[in-house]
Each structure stands twice: as structure tokens, then as C-alpha cells.
């Protein structure tokens, strides 16, 4: 079974299960519970900023643009009711807190060059 | 203007108001309906001033344009299904004629979709799906949501408890139940037909049950009826329709408008999963209040019998409807699945927030007329003025902020209770109505006049509903 727990979106935007962090993403649409890790080498993509075209994240590590419908792929399952978000864990032992952190992400599209 | 005149380039609220203008939709002088199915007031001058440019919002679920919203979407479903009188068609073959006749017809035919758009497309805001979607995720959330209902207290029941007069607290909520107890199962019937397997068949175990076998005394409208009769409450469909809160309305207009249109199929099948699960726990402690307040004088067979097989039905719904569904028909199916647990739940809160809000204002009027008086209402503003007589039709309606009623003339009844002794207003007295409270007025002199003042800013505002509990909220900490 998977492990449940519940955030308020309204006061939190961050979830560490064990050592994996995940952050809220706005992107258009609904609100997604995405990971916060660059696949390229695992920067922090909660403050990446959005290109231009709002389709990609880029990484403040080393300037990897990642795609919003591939974070949106990866997302934690999660169903909101007004401000309040169930979230379902895969099962495991690890422990779990959430907490509110800057998230650049959500800012708007950069309007300098892309790098 | 004839209905045919009025679908040509008219606008919703045009055509809805040409549909409650029929002679079926004006009510009469009684504070209940007659045993007529046919007939139930739709208000049309209060309608009238109802914005249906503005969809609804899921966080006003008891405004006036909601509740005038509601009831009509409610009589245009109920108009799909069979209504006919207990004591026989002879005498109103007339009405019959009408409710079920070409005309209504045309104008619900051309209204039906564009008002569930008004009345449920707040939901698209107030709830959605992220994540990949499987049947272990489905099956966790479905857990976690039930255990929540099966241990949270039921506010309305908390509210008939706590009430002053609990008696007339215990029938407001039976009335709210009556809205579909007495019609139980029509909008299930709706997903019967088609071909779609054992979840059919695991579907049409539950609608039978609740049809009593083919048993007419066994059905649980009937033994609904026992219920309202150990009240010596009237028992005829919509007896009590003046009383009907917006948001009961709306959750039983939510399964009508889930089973009218197969494209939804996964959300319902999700949603009356949810409903089964927690009708059981909820009737549990229904018969708990009512033996409380009651004793023995109560029929709460009805209440036994859910409180019996909805265990079954919750386990056969989530077992061989819910889960079957999501493991026959793959992870695409999911999301709608989760989507129609999360909204059952969304619009059954409705439905206890209302319930609950309506018990304590109408259990406490001595407190609304001192509000009334401290009440800052708007200065040099033109109040509404109503103008009454015994023999006009008597309907209610809620409004959409705080307003003040002052009698300027004649004396009144305020009635806010199915059965409860109605509020009488001589001339001077004044009355705070928080907005969204049902409320109507019935004169008690050859004439009377009553003011409506706005009161400003809102006290008790529809769209002030309490922030959503959290569960299992892991503990905090920065970092």
C-alpha cells in the first residue's frame, strides 16, 4: 500500500521523504508534486527559473533545460481539494516532513537570453 | 413570450426563467407542497435576479444563485425519471401533461448542459488529479479518505446534538435526507444499461438491494417513509421542497449529473464508491443522535438497514466496482477514478456545512435579533421592500450576503424549519439572515411590509467556510 500524508498547499511547498526532496510546481494546470533533482547531475531544480517559453526549467547548477512534461511525467501521485493536497508515498520507512522553501521555479519565465 | 419564442437567441438565465414562469413552478400559499410531484416552487421573482453569467463557486455552495441553480436542476433530472402520485394520476393528469410535455421539455433539452456547466465546473478548480495513477495509489487514497469520514463527526449531526430545540434540528436533517430517500436510486439507474462486465454486475447487486428485491415494502423509499411517518412528517415526494438546502441539492444533483453522461462513468463509479463507504459509519451514528433525542418513538429502520448493508455495498463497491474497474481498464482510467472520490467527498462536505450552518441559525434566532440591531447596514441605501399577503405563494430563499429584515408594516411569519414554530415579526422588529440561511416570510396580516437591508461587511459570508481538516499531517521542520 502506498503511504499517505497531507499537505496544505497554502502553507507548505516542500516534501523530504528519507533524503529525496520534492518540491510544488506550478506550471499551468493543476499544482504537481514534482522531484527536485536535474537528472543531469541532480541540481536542485526548485530554483531553476523557466525559459522564455515556459516549456523548460533551467538548472542553476549548469544551465540544463528540462522539460516541464517530463518533471510533470515524474510526479508524486497527488489529489488537492482546494488548498489541501493528499500525497500518496510509494511504501517505505523513510521519514517524511514537509516545510515551506523558496521555490524559484514558480517565479516568472526569465526574460534575458536563455542560457 | 412562448417557450419557442423564448430558446431563440435567449440566454441562459433567460431560458431558465422562462421554464420557472410555468404554472407548475409558482408555488402556493402552504409552507409544504401538496402531494403533487409535479409542482414545487421555483421562486421565479427571487430566480430573476439570479446571475447565471458568473458560474458557481465551489466555495459559495449555499448562495442564492446556487440554490436557485439547484432547484432547477433537480426538477429538470427528476423530469428523466417516473413521478407518479400516490393517490393516483386522475386528478392531476393536467399537471402531468405539462411537466412531462414538449414544451418543458424543449426548454430543459436546450438548458440541462449549459447549467451543470454553471452549477459543477467550480469542481475542475477545486479538485485535481497529478501523478501517475495506479490501482495500489487509488486503493490508498480510497482507504485514507474513508478512515477520515469513519472517525471525523458528522457536523450537521453535531449540530441537531447541540441544538436547543433538538427535536426540529433532528427533522431539518431528516429533510435534507428526504430530498433523495424518497427517490433513492433513480440517478444509479442511469449506469445500469450497456455492457461492461462483473463491475454491472456488481452495480446493478447494490440497486437492488435498494429497490427491495422487487419487494415494494422491503424498498428503501418505503421504509424512508416509515421514518418520516414516526415523525408524523408528510410523506409525499417533496413535501418539504421549500426546505431543501442548496448544497443537499447540490450532492444529490452531483449524481445525477455524473450518470447522465457516460463520459463521466469513472467518476461516478469513484464517487458512489465514496458514498457507500461512508453511509454506513454516517447511519451508525444517526441512530445514536436520533434514540438520544427520540427514545423509541422514532422509525429508524432505514437508518438500520444502511447502517447494515452499506457495509456490504461500501466493500462491493471499492472490492468489485472501484478496484476492479482500475485494474480491468489500466492507469488511464485512474485519475477519473480518484477524481470522483475526492469530489464525493468535496460535495458531501457541502452538504454537512450547509445542514449544520441552517440547524444552528434557525435553533438561535433570539441571538439574530440582537445581532440585528448592532448590525451596521449600508447608509442612504434603498432597501428592498417586499410586499406580503396571506394567499401569495410561499417560497424561501437564501441571499447571497448578510441582510437585515426590518417590519415596516403588518406582522409575518419567519420560517427557517420544516417543523419547527415559525418566528413572528410585528412591525419594528428586525432580523440578522446570515447570507446563504433558507429562510421565507408568510404574512400573518391582511398585509404586511418587509425591509431587506444589506449589512456590511458580511459576517457569516457563504464563501467563509472553514479551512479543510488535514490528517496525518507529518511533523514539521525546517531545513
Not at chain 1, 54 to 62: M, V
Not at chain 2, 59 to 68: D, T
Not at chain 2, 365 to 380: F, K, V, W
Not at chain 2, 382 to 411: H, K, N, Q, W, Y
Request: glycine residues 8%; hydrophobic residues 40%.
Amino acid at each position: 500500500m502506498a503511504r499517505v500524508i497531507v499537505i496544505d498547499l497554502s502553507r507548505h511547498n516542500t516534501v523530504y521523504v528519507g533524503h529525496d526532496r520534492y518540491f510544488v510546481l506550478h506550471a499551468g494546470g493543476p499544482p504537481l508534486l514534482v522531484r527536485d533533482h536535474c537528472p543531469h547531475r541532480g541540481g536542485p531544480l526548485s530554483l531553476a527559473r523557466p525559459t522564455p517559453d515556459g516549456r523548460r526549467l533551467s538548472c542553476p547548477w549548469h544551465g540544463t533545460k528540462v522539460g516541464v512534461s517530463a518533471v510533470r511525467r515524474g510526479c508524486l501521485p497527488m489529489v488537492r481539494s482546494g488548498d489541501e493536497a493528499v500525497v500518496l508515498l510509494p511504501d517505505g520507512t523513510e521519514p517524511v516532513s514537509v516545510l515551506r522553501k523558496e521555490v524559484l521555479a514558480n517565479l516568472p519565465a526569465e526574460t534575458g537570453p536563455a542560457c | 413570450m412562448t417557450p419557442a419564442e423564448v430558446r431563440i437567441g435567449a440566454s441562459l438565465g433567460e431560458r431558465l426563467l422562462a421554464f420557472a414562469r410555468g404554472p407548475l413552478f409558482r408555488g402556493d400559499a402552504q409552507v409544504l407542497h401538496a402531494p403533487n410531484p409535479y409542482r414545487r416552487a421555483l421562486a421565479p421573482d427571487a430566480l430573476a435576479a439570479s446571475d447565471f453569467t458568473r458560474p458557481l463557486t465551489a466555495g459559495a455552495p449555499s448562495a442564492h444563485r446556487a440554490l436557485a441553480a439547484h432547484r432547477l436542476l433537480g426538477t429538470f433530472y427528476e423530469a428523466e425519471t417516473v413521478l407518479l402520485p400516490e393517490q393516483g394520476l386522475a386528478p392531476l393528469h393536467g399537471d402531468f401533461d405539462l411537466f412531462y410535455g414538449a414544451d418543458l421539455r424543449a426548454l430543459r433539452e436546450n438548458s440541462v448542459s449549459e447549467l451543470e456547466r454553471f452549477a459543477f465546473d467550480c469542481l475542475a478548480d477545486a479538485v485535481d488529479v497529478s501523478g501517475a495513477g495506479t490501482t495500489d495509489v487509488l486503493e490508498s487514497y480510497f482507504r485514507h479518505v474513508v478512515a477520515e469520514a469513519a472517525t471525523g463527526p458528522s457536523p450537521a449531526l453535531a449540530a441537531v446534538e447541540a441544538a436547543r430545540d433538538r427535536r426540529t434540528a433532528a427533522d431539518l436533517y431528516v429533510v435534507q435526507l428526504a430530498l433523495d430517500g424518497l427517490t433513492e436510486a433513480s440517478a444509479m439507474s442511469r449506469n445500469l444499461g450497456g455492457a461492461y462486465g462483473p463491475e454491472q454486475s456488481a452495480l446493478f447487486k447494490i440497486f437492488i438491494d435498494e429497490f427491495g428485491y422487487g419487494v415494494h415494502d422491503a424498498k428503501h423509499t418505503t421504509i424512508f417513509a416509515k421514518l418520516l411517518r414516526s415523525r408524523a412528517m408528510a410523506t409525499h415526494v417533496h413535501a418539504y421542497w421549500n426546505f431543501y438546502l442548496a448544497g443537499p441539492l447540490a450532492t444529490n444533483n452531483y449524481y445525477y449529473y455524473l450518470s447522465r453522461d457516460h463520459a463521466k462513468f469513472f467518476r461516478y463509479a469513484g464517487a458512489v464508491t465514496y458514498a457507500e463507504a461512508v453511509f454506513a459509519p454516517g447511519f451508525v451514528e444517526m441512530v445514536k443522535v436520533f434514540r438520544g433525542i427520540f427514545g423509541d418513538t422514532v422509525d429508524l429502520h432505514y437508518c438500520d438497514e444502511h447502517a447494515h448493508i452499506d457495509e456490504h455495498h461500501g466493500r462491493i463497491t471499492r472490492d468489485q466496482v472501484l478496484l476492479a474497474l482500475a485494474d480491468r481498464h489500466g492507469p488511464r482510467v485512474v485519475p477519473e477514478l480518484l477524481r470522483g472520490v475526492a469530489e464525493a467527498r468535496l460535495v458531501g462536505g457541502w452538504f454537512e456545512e450547509d445542514t449544520a450552518a441552517q440547524i444552528r441559525w434557525s435553533d438561535d434566532l433570539a441571538r439574530y435579533r440582537d445581532l440585528a440591531s448592532n448590525a451596521r447596514t449600508g447608509r442612504g441605501a434603498e432597501p428592498d421592500r417586499i410586499v406580503l399577503s396571506p394567499d401569495a405563494p410561499f417560497t424561501t430563499r437564501t441571499r447571497d450576503t448578510d441582510v437585515v429584515l426590518e417590519m415596516a408594516a403588518g406582522e409575518a411569519d419567519l420560517v427557517a424549519t420544516p417543523t419547527g414554530p415559525p418566528e413572528r415579526l410585528a412591525r419594528g422588529d428586525v432580523l440578522l439572515v446570515p447570507a446563504g440561511r433558507l429562510h421565507g416570510l408568510r404574512a400573518v396580516t391582511p398585509e404586511a411590509t418587509c425591509l431587506v437591508h444589506p449589512v456590511s461587511p458580511s459576517l457569516e459570508a457563504p464563501d467563509s467556510r472553514p479551512a479543510t481538516a488535514t490528517a496525518d499531517r507529518p511533523a514539521e521542520q525546517d531545513g
